[in-house]
């Protein structure tokens, strides 16, 4: 019994605890006035929601379009859009409205006649309204029209209307006007302007596409009272040039429309050529499309034209192999009743071109092309040819020769100039005018023992580098006017003194470098005491003034050089300076050492004091070493050689100055002095020759005081006897 009512206790305790409410023990309580607290998104989602009315019935749709009117009026390139809508509201609070696609140039909106701002969202423009009841909207946009040919349309979208009408008007006559989806219409042609009005069908957003096309430029080519079909007739320019990679045709084609006009052309092409250009006049755009073993290029004009028109066409088609027989690229014009075609050929590359079988063309005389053809040649035309119908057919035959190496740098002019100063210190500057296609580096060996200073390229100091074998490499440019101009490269550097004697050789060496030279002058200034009794080398003296001429009509472009240039200073020149004299920036620019990176560039003039020797040579090639041998003595060997040549010549001379006839030897051996002086010049004996020629002079005096009582009395006798 105690074990039935305890179960009978919990079953009912239980019950309790299931029945009862739950215990929130973390909510609020509500206080005492009467407000309840409820969550943010609650309470809005309840604003949100409209009040029901009496019989609890919601609103069916949020808003909707009565009536919309649409008034478009045509442009070149746009047609304004003014929209006019009845908006009806019938949610209260804010409601979004689609309008228009987003994609619209948009000028204005309004609604009940005050402006408003429209948004994008999800590709469209939005209307937010906030006030139910009825409301206008006007709107003015932008739609781009197209072309296709002469033929313009444009596509109306508009917002779901109950009843929608638009007016369409176009700034020209005679036109045909086709909707899709076809549209009734009611045209209303008037002077200057077409008119078309019609219904646009509601019940949804959609979209109506307009297009209008002149009757004259109808697909049919129908005339404008007698509808016949246009006569086409073509006169064809060719410029075909045959590289190894490709072949390059330039036509022009005049067309000659009559009876009627047309917005179209149609030429034909084999299928292997590319079309890179296309140009006329009023032209809409092109298309191609590959028919049955040919390929068709379809023109379109935005107008339809008559009586002349011009195109011009760019095509190319590639050349598998240089060595092959292929066939040019024919161009037809379909329609044409009447067709006729000049063909200038040429070629590039050293390719030979052997004509091959010929069909509905002939072979003509280059000379025999017209001027529109030979006008757009730049090169030798080798072969023309002329044909009077279509469709022709030229077969030809390329052979591609091996092509020899040809020189692709080259120096007009080197200047040099080296300086000795007393110690027998050689500081010398060389500037090459240069004139480069392909080559990237100017490969340069100095003389043994030579130390490089500075280098500049056209200008800017420039950074040389050492080559594997010693020889030192600069960076080139390429010459601007395909070679035709030259840039400076200058390079200075300095050799030490060597062992200094009273008889030595000075052996200057010019900077080798791995291109021809056309032209090299070379200026040596030498210590005023030093005794050059002789020069030698591979060198000619004197400077080499070239003046080069430039032909007419083409600048940079050199001519032949003056013959006799230069002639007048074949000698050499050899003088003292007395005075300082700086090098030019055309002889030797800022002497730049750049030792390490960052070091700025140091100008460094050099006195220019001595003995002047100038030197020349024509035709330098790029295995030859130019050098100079200068033979001198010290000064007090010279003035040894003078003395001993002066005491011998007056001890051996000497005797004949107290002879009545030694006047006659001593003035014999003074012409023969004057021979053998001749004979011995930039030799030893030459300073020796001098001062024994003014030793004889000398000797010459001495005996006319000597024997000057006997001048006198044979004097008087001879002339007592006259």
């Given amino acids: 019994m105690r074990l039935s009512s305890w ?16 215990a929130v023990a973390d909510q609020p309580v509500p206080p005492a006035q009467g407000q309840v607290t409820l969550p943010l998104e609650t309470f809005l989602e309840l604003t949100r929601k409209p009040k029901p009315s009496a019989t609890g019935s919601v609103v069916p749709v949020p808003f909707l379009f009565s009536r919309g009117h649409y008034r478009m009026q045509a442009r070149p390139n746009w047609v304004q859009v003014q929209g006019t809508l009845d908006l009806q509201v019938y949610q209260p609070g804010w409601v979004e409205v689609p309008l228009l696609p987003a994609d619209v140039v948009l000028e204005e909106a309004r609604l009940d006649g005050s402006s ?21 909207l006007q709107a003015t946009w932008n739609l781009p029209v197209n072309l ?29 006007i086709k909707t899709s989806p076809a549209l009734p219409l009611t045209r209303q042609d008037e002077k200057t302007r077409t008119l078309a009005q019609g219904t646009i069908p509601g019940g949804g957003a959609g979209e109506v596409r307009f297009s209008w096309t002149p009757r004259r ?6 005339g404008k009272a007698n509808r016949e079909k246009a006569r086409l007739s073509a006169r064809m320019y060719d410029l075909v040039t045959v590289s190894e990679t490709e072949v390059h045709c330039q036509a022009r084609v005049d067309m000659t429309i009559l009876r009627n006009e047309v917005d179209r052309f149609t030429l034909r092409l084999p299928v292997g050529v590319e079309i890179e250009e296309v140009a006329c006049a009023n032209l809409a755009g092109w298309s191609e499309s590959i028919q049955a073993g040919h390929k068709d290029l379809l023109i379109r004009l935005a107008a339809p034209v008559s009586g002349s028109h011009t195109l011009n066409l760019v095509l190319v088609q590639p050349l598998e192999k240089a060595d092959s027989t292929w066939k040019l690229p024919a161009v037809e014009v379909v329609g044409a009743e009447t067709v006729k075609g000049s063909i200038g050929l040429g070629a590039t590359g050293g390719l030979e071109i052997q004509p091959g079988k010929l069909e509905g063309v002939r072979a003509i005389d280059v000379s025999e092309l017209p001027s529109e053809v030979r006008d757009l040649a730049s090169f030798a035309l080798l072969r023309a040819y002329e044909f009077h119908r279509q469709p022709w057919s030229i077969q030809l035959t390329t052979r591609k020769g091996q092509e020899l190496p040809v ?26 005018q240069v004139r480069n296609n392909l080559k990237q580096s100017l490969n340069i060996r100095l003389p043994e023992g030579a130390t490089l200073l500075t280098t500049t390229l056209d200008g800017q100091p420039a950074r040389p580098v050492q080559g594997a074998e010693g020889e030192i490499r600069l960076p080139l440019v390429a010459s601007g006017q395909e070679g035709q101009t030259t840039f400076p490269v200058e390079l200075t550097y300095v050799q030490e003194p060597g062992v200094s004697a009273w008889l030595g050789r000075h052996r200057l060496q010019a900077a080798q470098v791995d291109m021809p030279c056309s032209v090299m002058n070379w200026t040596l200034y030498l210590p005023l005491d030093e005794w050059i009794w002789h020069v030698g080398g591979n060198m000619r003296p004197g400077l080499i003034h070239e003046t080069v001429r430039r032909s007419p009509g083409r600048p940079g472009t050199d001519a032949m050089v003056e013959p006799g240039a230069g002639q007048a200073r074949s000698k050499a020149l050899r003088q003292e300076v007395s005075k300082d004299e700086l090098l030019n920036s055309g002889q030797i620019s800022g002497m730049v050492q750049q030792a390490s990176r960052g070091t700025l560039p140091v100008k460094f003039n050099i006195p220019a004091r001595g003995q002047s020797f100038q030197f020349s040579r024509l035709v330098v090639t790029d295995q030859e070493v130019p050098e100079v041998l200068l033979h001198y003595a010290s000064p007090l060997l010279k003035a040894l050689g003078a003395l001993l040549a002066l005491s011998l010549t007056l001890g051996l001379g000497w005797r004949q100055t107290g002879r009545e006839r030694g006047l006659e030897s001593l003035l014999a051996a003074v012409v023969g002095l004057w021979v053998v002086r001749g004979w011995a010049s930039e030799t030893p004996l030459d300073l020796a020759l001098v001062w024994a020629s003014r030793g004889l002079y000398l000797l010459v005096a001495c005996w006319l005081y000597r024997n000057r009582s006997w001048l006198v009395s044979r004097l008087r006798g001879q002339g007592g006897e006259a």
């Fill in 7 to 22: 179960h009978l206790l919990s079953v009912m305790l239980l019950t309790l605890l299931a029945c009862g409410p739950p």
């Fill in 148 to 176: 296709s040919g002469a033929t313009r349309s444009v596509v109306l979208k508009t917002p779901a209307s109950s009843v929608s009408g638009f007016l369409l008007v176009i700034p020209d006559r005679d036109l045909e």
């Fill in 116 to 136: 408003l701002a429209l948004y994008r969202k999800d590709g469209q423009f939005f209307l937010p309204v906030d006030r139910p009841g009825s409301h206008k």
């Fill in 407 to 432: 020189l692709s740098a080259a120096i007009d002019e080197a200047s040099g100039l080296t300086l000795v100063t007393r110690d027998g210190k050689l500081v010398t500057s060389w500037t090459w």
């Fill in 217 to 222: 430029a109808d697909p049919a080519l129908r």
